[in-house]
């Protein structure tokens, strides 16, 4: 299982608000909630499943803007894929929860 974040900026548009662009992007991704999980952050998505599913996920992410009229669009995605073991938002998380425990009852 492979874990992505993903900012998908549309260029050219009448506002600099993108909310309107996230939101619709968030569609997307329910539509694909049966084979992904993910999470909606203030800077990005982060999506979680079998890379293949992801990179189609990714594909109707990034036609978004396009099909609200932008002219351009630029998309970044960062993708950790381990195979050594299962690896998850939520894992990562609660690694992360767990060592900051750790340094607070030092």
């Known amino acids: 299982m492979a874990i992505i974040d993903i900012s998908i900026i549309p260029v050219g548009t009448n506002s600099t608000s993108v909310s309107e662009y996230v939101a619709e992007i968030h569609k997307v991704l329910e539509k694909h909630k049966e084979s992904i999980n993910y999470q909606l952050t203030p800077m990005n998505t982060v999506i979680e499943g079998e890379l293949p599913n992801l990179f189609k996920v990714i594909q109707d992410m990034h036609e978004v803007p396009f099909n609200k009229g932008a ?26 929860e767990a060592k900051l425990n750790e340094l607070n009852n030092k």
């Open 71 to 96: 002219a351009r669009v630029a998309t970044t995605i960062r993708i950790d894929d381990r195979r050594d073991k299962k690896s998850t938002i939520a894992g990562k998380l609660e690694s992360v």
